[in-house]
T-cell receptor
Framework: GDSVTQMEGPVTLSEEAFLTINCTYTATGYPSLFWYVQYPGEGLQLLLK?????DKGSNKGFEATYRKETTSFHLEKGSVQVSDSAVYFC????????????FGKGTLLTVNP | DGGITQSPKYLFRKEGQNVTLSCEQN?????MYWYRQDPGQGLRLIYYSQIVNDFQKGDIAEGYSVSREKKESFPLTVTSAQKNPTAFYLCASSSGRQRDGYTFGSGTRLTVV
């Protein structure tokens, strides 16, 4: 079945550091890929997505590229801020079912001033 | 603006009582979902519904029940049979199109006292 493996946290960075959170997936067919962000005490918000190979999703300075050859969708940001502290979830849709997203376990990011 | 509303944000329950969490969406989405999230944990699927008057068990359905009498509404009842109900509950909806992903509510934090 479909699965998502993402980098285990927690990740702690200083402000303005470079961020990478790794995400790899296993799926049949051609899934769509997503990154969600969850701030403390809140629900998940869609951060960015990519729907086909080589697409790059971007939002709020975050980027991720859909790499079919390596089955990866790594999240990157060139300069993190304290306000980026949150839990980040990688997810895929498609493959076996369009109705259910498969989520990774989440990565807690803490950015210190 | 369209969205998904969960209420209440905080809920306290005495042991042995049933409690119902509300989830309403005005996105005209066909599919709706309930997830449970424990501290430092990922998301676990409780129930989902792809269409009115139909729903399926997720990975941890025991001790929970749902109904889907209207497209807009998908309430979750946490019954007294759920042994460890204290958790953060998230509702989500989707159009069912692979590229759209989910829209999440802001969550309900349930505490058993």
């Amino acid at each position: 079945g479909d699965s998502v493996t993402q980098m285990e946290g927690p990740v702690t960075l200083s402000e303005e550091a470079f961020l990478t959170i790794n995400c790899t997936y296993t799926a049949t067919g051609y899934p769509s890929l997503f990154w969600y962000v969850q701030y403390p005490g809140e629900g998940l918000q869609l951060l960015l997505k990519a729907t086909k190979a080589d697409d790059k999703g971007s939002n709020k300075g975050f980027e991720a590229t859909y790499r079919k050859e390596t089955t990866s969708f790594h999240l990157e940001k060139g300069s993190v801020q304290v306000s980026d502290s949150a839990v980040y979830f990688c997810a895929l849709s498609g493959g076996g079912s369009n109705y259910k997203l498969t989520f990774g376990k989440g990565t807690l990011l803490t950015v210190n001033p | 603006d369209g969205g998904i509303t969960q209420s209440p944000k905080y809920l306290f329950r005495k042991e042995g009582q049933n409690v119902t969490l509300s989830c309403e969406q005005n996105l005209n989405h066909d599919a709706m979902y309930w997830y449970r999230q424990d501290p430092g944990q990922g998301l676990r699927l409780i129930y989902y519904s792809q269409i009115v008057n139909d729903f399926q068990k997720g990975d941890i359905a025991e001790g929970y029940s749902v109904s889907r009498e209207k497209k807009e509404s998908f309430p979750l009842t946490v019954t007294s049979a759920q042994k460890n109900p204290t958790a953060f509950y998230l509702c989500a909806s989707s159009s069912g199109r692979q590229r759209d992903g989910y829209t999440f509510g802001s969550g309900t934090r349930l505490t058993v006292v």
